[in-house]
Every structure is written in C-alpha cells, then in structure tokens.
C-alpha cells in the first residue's frame, strides 16, 4: 500500500492507474518495441509499446534499423518516471501590475507559440516540467517575485 495526497491506494490500483495512462498514449506517442535494447525496461516508449493494440495495422515507431538506437545511448530514450504536470494558468496575472504582466504574456507567447500558449493558459494543454520552468524563469526575469500558480495538478509520466 502507498499513500498519495492522503489518500491510501493499494497496488494493485497504482498499477491500474499506470496501465491506464499508458494505454491512453498508445496511438499518439512514438513507440518502441525493441524488446533487445539493454535501455528497455525503463524506457517510456518500450512501456507505452507494450499496450499497442495487436488489430492495428500501423503505428508511431521507433526505427529499428536507425544506429543510435536499442544501445546504451539511445536518443530516443525516455526515461519512465512521474512528474507533476500543471494545467491552466488563468490567475497568473491577477495580482501583477499590468505592464509586467503584459511583458510576461508576450514572452510566454514568443516562447510557446500562440497557440499553444493559450492552450496551456486555459488548462487545455498539460505544463510539462520544463514549461514550468519556462514560465517561472520568465516571471524571475521580467521582475515578479510572487508565486507562480497554476488551476490544478496531477500527477502523469514525463511525456
């Protein structure tokens, strides 16, 4: 038994959850099912290969035939560990004066596009780690001291 965010969860349901996430990347992630690679039992992309549906003609893949890969020092290597990823940023400005603010938006937006900016923005997109670092480090350097907040958390693999 482990306990998350107070809450007790057996193993069996830490294991379920995790089941479910990967399965849920299984069409969109790019996977690998070189089951020979020495880097493949903590890859990310191996684990999320595992779930890809056997009646599926085609899928995202690793290049088996490519030189850097199934070695030591894979570049397609995705290390399996959990993060908290972040979702929407709507009261980021709220208490920041209106020029630094409008500095900060225009920066994130150069950084992630326009898009995608907005995406994020609206919790429509998850902020993965090194966005919140991006994000943070443009607060920092546009001047604002104050805390950086998000809508909500949850915790996910480090796509």
């Known amino acids: 038994m482990k306990k ?7 193993d069996a349901q830490t294991v379920s959850s995790e089941e479910t996430m990967l399965r849920s990347k299984e069409r969109s992630y790019l996977v690998c ?12 992309r ?11 003609p085609s899928y995202r893949a690793v290049n088996p035939h490519y030189p850097h890969t199934a070695t030591d020092s894979c ?3 995705r290390e399996k560990r959990r ?3 972040m979702y929407g940023f709507t009261r980021l400005f709220d208490n920041m004066p209106a020029r630094m603010a409008h500095r900060i938006r ?18 429509l997109r998850p902020i993965t780690l090194s966005q919140q670092t991006v994000i943070l480090d ?3 350097q546009h001047g604002w001291q104050g805390p950086v907040t998000y809508d909500r958390q949850e915790e996910d693999f480090d796509w």
């Open 4 to 10: 998350e965010n107070n809450v007790l969860r057996t």
């Open 138 to 140: 443009a607060c920092r």
């Open 83 to 85: 993060a908290q990823v």
């Open 33 to 44: 099912f070189l089951d020979h690679c020495p880097l493949h039992q903590t890859c990310l």
């Open 46 to 56: 191996w684990q999320v290969g595992r779930y890809a549906d056997a009646t599926q």
């Open 106 to 123: 225009l920066f994130l937006i150069m950084q992630f596009g326009h898009k995608y900016y907005y995406e994020m923005r609206k919790g």
């Open 75 to 77: 570049e397609l290597y």
